[in-house]
Each structure stands twice: as C-alpha cells, then as structure tokens.
T-cell receptor
Framework: SQKIEQNSEALNIQEGKTATLTCNYT??????LQWYRQDPGRGPVFLLL?????KEKRKERLKVTFDTTLKQSLFHITASQPADSATYLC???????????FGKGTKLSVKP | DAGVIQSPRHEVTEMGQEVTLRCKPISGHDYLFWYRQTMMRGLELLIYFNNNVPIDDSGMPEDRFSAKMPNASFSTLKIQPSEPRDSAVYFCASSLGDRAGETQYFGPGTRLLVL
C-alpha cells in the first residue's frame, strides 16, 4: 500500500542545534515534494519545493534533500530558534496531474 | 490579497443538523481544495475543483458530504446530516498553475464540533 511517514510525531531539540525531520514514502513515484509549516490554529504554510531531479534545495536556514533511491526527503533547520517550533508537513505529488498527498507531520519543539 | 478566507472559524452543532462551510479562494487561482484534518488521520483531501469544475471527489467520505463552486470566488462544503465523527478542522486551499500539485495556499480553517 502507499504510505508517507514522517519520522516521529514529536522532536525536541535545544536552541542553536540543527533540527532534522524525515519524510519516507513507499509505493509512490513523486514528481516533486513540498514541505509546509503549520502553527496551532492555523493552516499549513508553504516553505520549500524540491523536484525529483534535484538533490538539495536551500532557503535561508532551511535545507531540503530528496533521495529517490532511498525514497526519502530530509528537512533541516540550522541554528534553530524557539520561533521554529511548529508542526512540519511533507507532501508529495505523483505524476504530472497528481494532487498533493500529505504526511501526518512532525511537531518540532525548540527549547531555549 | 487577503489570502484564502473561510467562514465560520468555529462551528458547534448537534448531530443531525446541516452544516455549511464557506471558502473564498485567492483571486485568480485556478484550483480550490477542501481538506479535513484530524489527529488520527492527518490532512486528507476531500475534493478539488479546477476552474469551478469538480475534478476529484474520491476523498468525500459519503453522500452526506457535498461541495459546490458556483463561481471562481466562492465554494461551499455541506454536511447533511452531521455526525460526531465529522468533528475535525476543515481547510480550504487554493493554487495557481496548470496542475493540482502546485504550491497551495491554505485558509485558517473551520473547527467543527458535532455533539
């Protein structure tokens, strides 16, 4: 069956450290993958998109990698801050006309 | 632009009542999506429209759910009759582009509680 799994429901790290979130998928061949941030009581907000032919994408303190062999995307936040605390969702798109299919998310808490 | 607008933000109703959720997408966006989010199941796509036409409603749980998009600036999701298991946060999202998988812009959601 098709599955998208994000490594853990919750991740706690210390301020200043690098947070690494994992998104694994099975039985999909995604054309590209997106990462969203969701704060409590709000809708998800788009952060980054990475295509299947791209290995890595960066935006300020954020970095996303995409390994189609391992069927995995890693999402890194360097020099993490308490303001980075939120739930992060990965979403993938299969094929040229596919929809976004979301993982359940990982709740990140950055402690001062 | 004000972003995607949803109303109401909160809805509490009794089992058996009709519930109507409303959405105004970002002006000029071609796609509109309705999602439901629960702790157990995460974010699930219910239905999406392209240029006001329903494209895929395979995520709609059952006949109690219906959605319409009478014009490019308005959509409704209706539940009739509502049941306690429908309690969830319902999001509307819109996107611009030539396919459904483009970056989506979400509204603030409607938190529905069915007693």
């Amino acid at each position: 069956s098709q599955k998208i799994e994000q490594n853990s429901e919750a991740l706690n790290i210390q301020e200043g450290k690098t947070a690494t979130l994992t998104c694994n998928y099975t039985n999909y061949s995604p054309a590209y993958l997106q990462w969203y941030r969701q704060d409590p009581g709000r809708g998800p907000v788009f952060l980054l998109l990475i295509r299947e032919n791209e290995k890595e994408k960066r935006k300020e303190r954020l970095k996303v990698t995409f390994d189609t062999t391992l069927k995995q995307s890693l999402f890194h936040i360097t020099a993490s801050q308490p303001a980075d605390s939120a739930t992060y969702l990965c979403a993938l798109v299969t094929g040229s006309q596919g929809n976004l299919i979301f993982g359940k998310g990982t709740k990140l808490s950055v402690k001062p | 632009d004000a972003g995607v607008i949803q109303s109401p933000r909160h809805e509490v109703t009794e089992m058996g009542q009709e519930v109507t959720l409303r959405c105004k997408p970002i002006s000029g966006h071609d796609y509109l999506f309705w999602y439901r989010q629960t702790m157990m199941r995460g974010l699930e796509l219910l239905i999406y429209f392209n240029n006001n036409v329903p494209i895929d409603d395979s995520g709609m749980p059952e006949d109690r759910f219906s959605a319409k998009m009478p014009n490019a600036s308005f959509s409704t999701l209706k539940i009739q009759p509502s049941e306690p298991r429908d309690s969830a946060v319902y999001f509307c999202a819109s996107s611009l582009g030539d396919r459904a998988g483009e970056t989506q812009y979400f509204g603030p959601g409607t938190r529905l509680l069915v007693l």
